[in-house]
């Protein structure tokens, strides 16, 4: 059966701008993803349901891309009966665990002050709670993971494609080419690969080497129009994956070069690779900068050495 795929346009408090969330209509009705908490949000998501003839009662089940707040503080609006499905790592992030969230400013204290970020303790709390502003509390009824196909839409299968988040997935229908990308590729901003607090007992995740072989997954996909979390439909994603690999390669080669000057911690690489950026949007700037890290220690081209607790990066 032929997929409608209608997409909606959320405002959003974010630099980012509108988020789209999709509705798919087959077997059931489908909402991909949804806007974040603000009255903008809701009131052009409901205004656009409308003008479709549709109405929240009328949604069967949401699917989440991933558990970032402009994609799913809305889930505050669905009747108790809506299923939310998605990736089992949504549910401490759209439930708002109170022991995860304790995890995450743990974690960020910890991992700031081996990274050699000057921070207070209460300013990793402040960066953690903010995160969860505009998101919802919900929980995650279905996992679906890798290989899965979408209930009510069984063309659609479900492609784990971490990186962004942890939780990203992507749905692509092998019959039209059509592929539901939240956040993994997007024309207006290239997406940020995110530090995210583990597991319990697990490494932290190498957020930028997952993004970058999820993209590369992609190239390999029958893929004909991507459906993207934000901006313009992209019918053309091997060139822009291509741009992306190509400026990511240029960034990792800047640091090397800096690098290859004078041992640096990440902070310290942080402010001279976002001499504007860094302080408004620490977190995001941050997790570049480790992401690139990460990057060329896998490729050997660069060794972390710890002296008193803070990790220094020099060049091989
Ligand atoms: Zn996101």
Same mark, same amino acid.
């Given at each position: 059966m032929k997929e409608d795929i209608i997409q909606l346009s959320i405002p959003t %408090?974010? &630099?980012?701008?509108d988020v789209h969330a999709y509705i798919l209509k087959g077997e059931a009705v489908t909402l991909v993803d949804c806007g974040p908490m603000t009255e903008e949000a809701e009131h052009a998501f409901v205004t656009q349901l409308h003008e479709h003839? #549709?109405?929240? /009662? /009328?949604?069967d089940q949401v699917v989440l891309t991933h558990h970032h707040a402009d994609h799913?503080?809305? #889930?505050?609006?669905? @009747? %108790?009966h809506v299923r939310v499905i998605g990736h089992q790592l949504n549910e401490p992030y759209i439930s708002q665990d109170p022991l995860f969230k304790e995890r995450q400013i743990t974690f960020t204290k910890h991992l700031f002050q081996q990274l050699g970020v000057p921070l207070r303790p209460d300013e990793c709390e402040r960066i953690v709670k903010q995160?969860?502003?505009?998101s919802c509390t919900a929980h995650v009824d279905d996992v679906i993971k890798e290989g899965d196909r979408l209930k009510g839409h069984e063309q659609f299968y479900v492609i784990e494609t971490p990186?962004? &988040?942890?939780s990203h997935l992507s749905f692509l229908d092998e019959t039209t080419g059509h592929f539901i990308g939240g956040d993994l590729l997007l024309t207006t901003i290239s997406s940020n690969p995110l530090m995210e607090a583990p597991y319990e007992g697990e490494e932290r995740q190498k957020s930028l080497l997952q993004y970058k072989a999820s993209l590369n997954r992609l190239l390999h996909l %029958?893929? @004909?129009?991507i459906y993207p979390g934000h901006g313009q439909l992209i019918t053309s994603h091997h060139e822009l994956i291509e741009e992306r690999f190509k400026k990511q390669e240029k960034r990792a080669n800047t640091m090397y070069q800096l690098l290859k000057r004078k041992e640096m911690t990440a902070f310290h690489l942080c402010r001279k690779l976002f001499p504007v950026l860094y302080e408004e949007a620490l977190f995001l700037t941050m997790s570049e900068t480790v992401g690139q890290l990460d990057v060329l220690l896998e490729a050997g081209q660069i060794e972390e050495v710890q002296k008193d607790g803070i990790l220094y990066y020099k060049a091989n």
């Open positions: %408090p974010f &630099a980012v701008g003839r #549709l109405s929240i /009662d /009328d949604i799913v503080g809305l #889930l505050n609006l669905m @009747k %108790p995160s969860y502003t505009y990186g962004h &988040a942890q %029958p893929i @004909k129009t």
